[in-house]
């Protein structure tokens, strides 16, 4: 692994030619069918939903997708979910579980989208209660995070029984940008808030926050998508022998003690 400062890392998750969530799709699944909507409101570009095979195996896939053009990125809104979207990725996880399919969850979003539109149609509640139904749902859930996982928009697709992160990608509660506004009155200090919110992959993982690793090569994922995606697809196919006949009770005993552990901390008494 190749020492990058966070700030470095930062900016490879967000270089304009890192592959999206639909490079990762087309490479990595067949016989994919698109599943659209949340039988409430409408649909939600922002995110991708499906059935789909993974060596053979049939899966339920869901995965937040920013764009690449300008037309692609006004159509997905830039990967910034709204309402709808985490209801549709809720209503084909319930699939999911009716069918015992596993999950895989694909993150890539700087947060779900703050609009006026968004909050009327019930944004904190659809990202709270995805958070509710993924911890009880009955059926493995795997987690792969690509680029950006920003905050309660990435959380809102994030519970997950085994979550992966590409080396280059970070993970957080508000972006370096927004934490440098807040405490620093200055957005320009970014990279000192990107030091200090511990967000990188190695952090995380230290952190007990994921679970593994995915190497990318030097420079990040689009200088090698080949290379990255084997090293997904080989942890990914790993992943799935070892969750998709475990016993239900058991997948929601770990996957509780996992979600109950998070912030767990040792804070040591001044001598």
């Known amino acids: 692994m190749v020492k990058l400062s966070p700030w470095e890392r930062i900016l490879i998750a967000r270089h304009p030619k890192r592959p999206t969530f639909i490079d990762f799709l087309n490479e990595l699944f067949d016989n994919f069918v698109e599943l659209h909507g949340d039988r409430l409101f409408g649909d939600d570009p922002a995110i991708i939903t499906g059935l789909g095979t993974f060596e053979n195996e049939s899966v339920v896939i869901i995965g937040q997708e920013k764009g690449k053009s ?3 990125k006004m159509k997905r809104n830039f990967g910034m979910p709204h309402p709808e979207g985490y209801r549709k990725a809720l209503r084909v996880m319930k699939l999911a579980e009716k069918f015992s399919l596993p999950v895989i969850s694909f993150i890539d979003t700087a947060g779900a989208y703050p609009g006026i539109g968004a909050e009327e149609r019930g944004q904190a509640w659809a990202i709270a209660n995805n958070l509710k139904e993924m911890s009880l749902l009955e059926t493995p859930i795997i987690v792969v995070v690509l680029s ?3 905050s309660g928009g990435a959380l809102g697709i994030g519970v997950g029984d ?3 992160i590409l ?3 970070y993970y957080s509660v508000i972006s370096p940008e927004g934490c440098a506004s807040i405490l620093f009155r200055d957005s320009s200090k ?6 200090a919110l511990k967000i990188t992959s190695e952090e995380l993982l230290k952190l007990g ?5 995915i190497s990318e090569p030097n420079g990040g994922a689009h200088e090698d998508f080949r290379g990255t995606v084997e090293n997904l697809k080989k942890s990914l196919s790993k992943i799935i022998r070892k969750y998709k006949n475990k016993d239900v009770k058991t997948l929601l005993e770990e ?3 996992k979600l109950r552990n998070y912030g767990r901390f040792l804070e040591e008494e001044e001598k």
């Open 167 to 169: 080396e280059n990608a």
């Open 255 to 257: 996957r509780w003690i």
């Open 148 to 150: 950006e996982g920003g």
């Open 190 to 195: 970014a990279p000192e808030a990107a030091e």
């Open 209 to 213: 926050l994921v679970d593994e690793i």
């Open 162 to 164: 085994y979550i992966m």
């Open 70 to 72: 300008i037309q692609e």
